[in-house]
Every structure is written in structure tokens, then in C-alpha cells.
T-cell receptor, first 114, second 113 residues
């Protein structure tokens, strides 16, 4: 089954404790991205990647890091989480960027930073 | 920043009513793509439609229809004969140069039996 998976689905952590949210897709997609969803703000793009070793900032990259060492994986790293990073996070992938193909979203990761 | 605006934050209707969700976007590009996604209470994002800027034909899919008006930069979504299962948050989004997908703030639709 074609899918985007994220782990963990739920995470409670404390300020400053480094964490990684994994994202994996099995569709051989080149384009992957991370979003955060906050009430009233919709989804905002954090980082995206056009291919292996090619990443770029989205609208709200501060406090986040990403890497794309393999085509299927695109982990999101919070080196020193803060309470304002409490949010619902989505990973997405598509075969091409630029909107030419539809993005498929993972199930979401709900993060609470205390 | 070029915004996507969904002015209706919440809409409440009674089952079988028709309802239109508004979406207005800003763009300086001639080529762009527009999307609608549904987010049911379970939280996942469900793709509904993708439309490119060169195709202004309206689209109908069952009870769903979309009205793309380039002249007013709008891409509105209508649900005909709404059902309780349509209750969800609906997001409009725009993709343009720079490989960025910009979402509106979402409209929460509540359909009451």
C-alpha cells in the first residue's frame, strides 16, 4: 500500500531535550516536505526537499533541522524544543514539486513540549 | 507573503443543506496550482482536488463541486445536500514558484442531523 508514515504519532517532551520525528514514504517520491498545523493558521511549511541531499527552508524553519540522506526518509529534528513548537506535524511527499503532482500526507505527529 | 484566505472560520448547517466554502488567494505567478484538502475529526489530511491556473473549468465530483474564478482569484468549494460525514475542517492551498504549498487557515464545517 502506497503510504507516508510518521513516527511517533504522539510525543510529550520537555524543553531542550532533542527529538527526531521520522518520515518515510514507499512511493519513490522525489519531493518531501514538513508542515506544522496550528489553530487558525492552517498548515505552514517548515522545510522541503527536492531530492536526496537537496533541502530548502519553508515559511517557518526556525528551530528545526532536516536531512535527506535517502530518498524514502526525511526526518525532522528539533535540537532544543521549546513550548512554542507544540503543534501537529505533517510530513508529505509527491513525485514532483511545484504542485504538478498531488502531495500525499502522513497521519500526523502530535507534539507537546512542556 | 502571498496569502490564501479562507474567511469563514466556522460554518454550521443542517443536513441536506447546500454549503459553499470560500477561498481567495494571492499570487504574482501566471502558473500555479490550487488544492482542497479535507481533515476529518480523525486528523488525517484527505486530498480532494488539484487545479492548475490554466484550467478554469468548474469541476463536479458527486456532491462536491468547485468554482475557479481567475478574475477574482477565488476557488470556492460547494457541497450539495450536505451529510453529517462531511463535518470536517477544509483547507484550501496554493502551490506556485518556489515549490512552496501555502495553506489557508481552514474552515470548520459542522453538519447537524
Amino acid at each position: 500500500e502506497a503510504q507516508v508514515t510518521q513516527n511517533p504519532r504522539y510525543l510529550i517532551t520537555v524543553t531542550g531535550k532533542k527529538l527526531t520525528v521520522t518520515c518515510s514514504q514507499n512511493m519513490n517520491h522525489e519531493y518531501m516536505s514538513w508542515y506544522r498545523q496550528d489553530p487558525g493558521l492552517g498548515l505552514r511549511q517548515i522545510y522541503y526537499s527536492m531530492n536526496v541531499e537537496v533541502t530548502d527552508k519553508g515559511d517557518v524553519p526556525e528551530g528545526y533541522k532536516v536531512s535527506r540522506k535517502e530518498k524514502r526518509n526525511f526526518p525532522l529534528i528539533l535540537e532544543s524544543p521549546s513550548p512554542n513548537q507544540t503543534s501537529l506535524y505533517f510530513c508529505a511527499s509527491s513525485s514532483m514539486g511545484g504542485g504538478r503532482e498531488t502531495q500525499y500526507f502522513g497521519p500526523g505527529t502530535r507534539l507537546l513540549v512542556l | 507573503a502571498q496569502k490564501v484566505t479562507q474567511a469563514q472560520t466556522e460554518i454550521s448547517v443542517v443536513e441536506k443543506e447546500d454549503v459553499t466554502l470560500d477561498c481567495v488567494y494571492e499570487t504574482r505567478d501566471t502558473t500555479y496550482y490550487l488544492f482542497w484538502y479535507k481533515q476529518p475529526p480523525s486528523g488525517e489530511l484527505v486530498f480532494l482536488i488539484r487545479r492548475n491556473s490554466f484550467d478554469e473549468q468548474n469541476e463536479i465530483s458527486g456532491r462536491y463541486s468547485w468554482n475557479f474564478q481567475k478574475s477574482t482569484s477565488s476557488f470556492n468549494f460547494t457541497i450539495t445536500a450536505s451529510q453529517v460525514v462531511d463535518s470536517a475542517v477544509y483547507f484550501c492551498a496554493r502551490y506556485n514558484a518556489g515549490n512552496m504549498l501555502t495553506f489557508g487557515g481552514g474552515t470548520r464545517l459542522m453538519v447537524k442531523p
